[in-house]
């Protein structure tokens, strides 16, 4: 049970050097927590949560698993024009197109989520308006 603890501390020493250390890691914390603020003001459904948390949780799992091939890498970079410098270059853009990708596929979900929640509420302020005249 020891183990198990130590190697939870590990992970969660890693997760807030992570969000210490690398700026997109904190622009997407301050993005999801938006999100998830968003979410409680409109009410979204119980499905619509489970899907918001579910992506912003692989989203996060994909950059935190591109943080560590670039520090990986970084370890191994000589900054030579060899084939070990393409090889680690094209590491580290593959994994940054992986964060690129769940983040597209992320901000398409929340906009599909949103935006008719958004759209109920401002015709019901625009409602709302129109019959106070």
């Given amino acids: 049970m020891r ?3 130590k190697s939870l501390g590990h992970a969660f020493e890693g997760l807030f050097h992570a969000f210490i250390t690398e700026r997109n890691l904190r622009l997407f914390g301050i993005l999801y927590l938006l999100s ?3 979410g409680v003001t409109l009410r979204i459904a119980l499905w619509e ?3 918001v948390i579910f992506t912003g949780g692989v989203f996060l799992a994909i950059e935190l698993i591109n943080t ?3 520090h ?3 370890a191994f970079d ?3 024009k060899g084939i070990h410098f393409d090889a680690i270059k094209a590491t580290k853009d593959i994994a940054a197109s992986a964060s690129l990708v769940i983040g597209v596929a992320w901000g398409l979900i929340l906009c599909f989520i949103f935006v008719p929640h958004l759209w109920e509420w401002w ?3 625009w409602a709302s308006d129109m019959s106070t005249m």
């Fill in 72 to 74: 990986f890498t970084d």
């Fill in 78 to 80: 000589t900054h030579s």
């Fill in 123 to 125: 015709i019901a302020q």
């Fill in 3 to 5: 183990n198990y603890f």
């Fill in 68 to 70: 560590a091939l670039e």
């Fill in 36 to 38: 998830l603020m968003l």
């Fill in 49 to 51: 949560w489970q899907i």
